[in-house]
């Protein structure tokens, strides 16, 4: 097989894997009868065609940076975390918890504290999953299922019966306190001027990007970053040249869980303020596949995420205005980890015949 | 708790138990070639929706039975050709087509009927009925065996007998003929049977088909057997309890006919939370049966029931040449 250029290999094998996850998606709207272009504009007008439609995608891109660093934190050390959706729901039983405990008096005092606990219990969530690789190699991947419909049922049973006030019916807890609702980007000085309506994007955007920095900080120019991404390149070499396999599961792990966990203060305290029951919506998974989609590099995933918060507000726009039923999204999320996280193979096979005779021009 | 009761549930733990049973074998023969599949679940919804949407259109589940084996097929030979022909990650490949299957099901069915992503609900000849096996009544008057025999055993859809019979079956194959041999040694070392001349690539991509079939037993049991007809995401992560159970099995088939029946025990019981009361004096939430078949899947993970070691040339594609 040719190896290419790392421009191609950075840059056009992800394009390439979403065109044709978006030329499969177009095929399946087309055999069901619908009109893939005007799908397509539906999506783009209440996705991204105004200021107001830009709130929401934002919103839904902001968690998924944080899920999206989760994964991508774990990948590099071989692990691979499908227990983010588990991770973010206990986060959100965290910022709850905070949000309920005190009256607080102002966001800035509360949403510190909340994302302690947000940070905590994803972290906690992470760690039974991660204890058990480390010292038992009971597989990861697995455990984590496991564990997020552990947290499912967790969950339920904590609203149902410990968490929801006497005489409300439905599974939720009680409203937060006034203090701890976060500025939206409506209400912020300066970019209330662009977004004039109330939007879901609030102030955790920011904090996602700051995380964003700190996780490539991390991996790329820490020491423990490197014995992160040593560890997953070779987990013999890595141990051989004295770096921890435990600490090191633990250590990625935790932090993966704690930026799962933290995408609960966006939509637990930011959006509804209160804690629903399934109030991740399935960003856990969707994490996934923004971490495949950025190339496990923090520059990538906010991209990536902003992409799928397009898709998730594009597709809810469509079942709001078409008859194309809300699950084409899973269809379109669905067909870009296949595309780009499993037929990877492939496309790079597909590129390389593209490649060879220029290379084989360039050395003679 | 009589002895009525129990029946009850015991008949309601087959039912159960049987979509279990067959994901679990059909993950069996996939994962004991090396081949990890997360996707039993997508491959289910699929045939569940498939067998659906074709029984309620041709009024014959037999065809039906087709469709939702042929769904599933589809479903497995795009994880073989992503996991063996492209060496993809099998995990990712999984995940990616249970999200696949999990919206297109719906999409599927809401073109096809346009009655909120489920099919027409199905009856008569549409749908698998239960058969009452040779002398049920005869021996129904034996105390304990009699109504045992009658209310427990008889009185299933023929895909809960032909489920219990794939497990002798798949124990045969794997244990007794050379295919099972070689299926077996291509999960654990398939450098090894590429020596011998034998073709990796044809055997695991056999384990694949034969997964797709089984998974579309499975499903076309779920819409047309336990249930008449599909509804969106019908399987409620039943293919997740199946892999569970087949770890918990440790890759065995006997095992993982105890295993899934177990599960399915647990999941007749949280039916009847009075029972649960009644017997044992303390109320158990319902939420904690449920996530009980998770918590007993990682205390084995976690080797507490013997350790559970996987086929070691699992999840991992086979270069042949370098």
């Known amino acids: ?364 | 708790m009589d002895y009525d009761t129990l029946l009850q549930i015991l008949g309601a733990s087959i039912r159960f138990g049987t979509p279990l049973l067959l994901a679990c074998l059909a993950g069996l023969y996939s994962e004991r070639a090396g081949i990890f599949d997360i996707g039993l679940e997508g491959k289910m919804l699929m045939a569940a929706m498939s067998t659906g949407a074709v029984a309620a259109i041709t009024g014959s589940v037999w065809i039906g039975l087709l469709a939702g084996i042929a769904g599933s097929l589809a479903f497995a030979l795009v994880h073989g050709m992503a996991s063996i022909t492209f060496r993809g990650n099998q995990l990712i490949s999984g995940v990616a087509l249970n999200f696949v299957a999990s919206g297109i099901t719906v999409l599927i069915a809401q073109a096809l009927f346009r009655q909120g992503g489920r099919t027409p609900p199905l009856s008569g000849e549409g749908r698998f009925n239960p058969i009452t096996l040779p002398f049920a009544e005869a021996l129904s008057s034996v105390p304990l065996f009699g109504p045992f025999y009658a209310k427990v055993l008889s009185g299933h859809v023929i895909l809960v007998y032909v489920a219990f019979l794939l497990v002798p079956l798949t124990w045969w194959v794997l244990y007794r003929t050379r295919f099972g041999l070689r299926l077996r040694a291509v999960g654990e070392n398939p450098a090894s049977v590429d020596t011998a001349g034998v073709s990796v690539v044809r055997l695991r991509f056999s384990a694949v088909i034969i997964t797709g079939v089984l998974c579309g037993l499975a499903g076309a049991y779920m819409s047309a057997g336990l249930q008449a007809g599909f509804g969106r995401e019908m399987t409620a992560g039943r293919g997740y309890i199946a892999l569970a159970a087949l770890i918990f099995a440790k890759w065995r088939p006997w095992a993982a006919l105890w295993a899934t029946m177990l599960f399915g025990f647990l999941s007749a019981l949280s039916l009847r939370p009075d029972v649960i009361s009644n017997t044992i004096g303390i109320d158990i939430p319902g939420p904690a049966l449920d996530a009980l078949p998770y918590v007993l899947t990682v205390l084995a993970l976690a080797g507490f029931v013997g350790r559970a070691i996987p086929p070691r040339a699992g999840g991992e594609p086979y270069v042949k040449e370098r």
Not at chain 1, 135 to 151: E, Q
Not at chain 1, 186 to 206: D, M, R
Not at chain 1, 328 to 335: A, E, I, K, P, S
């Open chain 1, 1 to 364: 097989m040719t190896r290419l250029p790392r421009w191609a290999d950075l840059v056009l094998v992800p394009l390439i894997s979403l065109l044709l996850a978006a030329i499969f998606s177009a095929i399946v709207l087309l055999a069901i009868g619908q009109s893939p272009m005007e799908a397509m504009k539906v999506m783009v007008e209440g996705a991204v065609g105004s200021p107001y439609a830009w709130g929401y995608t934002l919103y839904y891109a902001t968690s998924f940076i944080f899920t999206g660093l989760a994964v991508t934190v774990a990948f590099h050390g071989s692990l691979f975390n499908i227990g983010g959706e588990g991770q973010a729901q206990l986060g959100g039983l965290g910022v709850a918890l905070v949000c309920l405990s005190i009256n607080w008096p102002h966001w800035a005092l509360a949403l510190p504290a909340a994302m302690i606990g947000a940070a905590l219990f994803g972290a906690a969530w992470a760690a039974i999953p991660a204890y058990l690789q480390a010292k038992r190699g009971s597989h990861i991947v697995i455990t984590t299922i496991m564990f997020n419909y552990i947290a499912s049922a967790l969950m339920i049973y904590l609203l149902v019966n410990v968490l929801r006030p006497a005489g409300q019916m439905d599974p939720a807890s009680a409203n937060f306190p006034e203090g701890t609702a976060l500025p939206t980007l409506h209400e912020i000085p300066g970019l209330s001027l662009i977004f004039t309506k109330q939007v879901p994007a609030n102030v955790t955007f920011f904090i996602a990007l700051i995380c964003a920095y700190l996780v490539w900080v991390l991996l790329w120019r820490t020491r423990l970053g490197y014995e992160i991404r040593a560890f997953g390149k070779s987990e013999k070499a890595a141990a051989y040249a004295g770096i921890s396999p435990f600490r090191i599961i633990m250590v990625a792990m935790l932090i993966s869980g704690g930026l799962s966990g933290l995408m609960a203060i966006n939509n637990v305290m930011g959006e509804s303020g209160r804690l629903l029951q399934n109030a991740s919506e399935g960003a856990g998974f969707i994490g996934i596949a923004v971490a495949l989609m950025g190339r496990n590099h923090p520059v990538g995933v906010i991209l990536a995420a902003i992409l799928f918060g397009f898709l998730f507000q594009g597709g809810a726009e469509l079942g709001l205005w078409t008859s194309i039923p809300i699950e084409l999204r899973t269809v379109v999320q669905g067909l870009v980890i296949l595309f780009t996280g499993a037929l990877d193979q492939m496309v790079r096979m597909m590129l390389g015949l593209v490649f060879r005779p220029s290379l084989a021009k360039g050395a003679a």
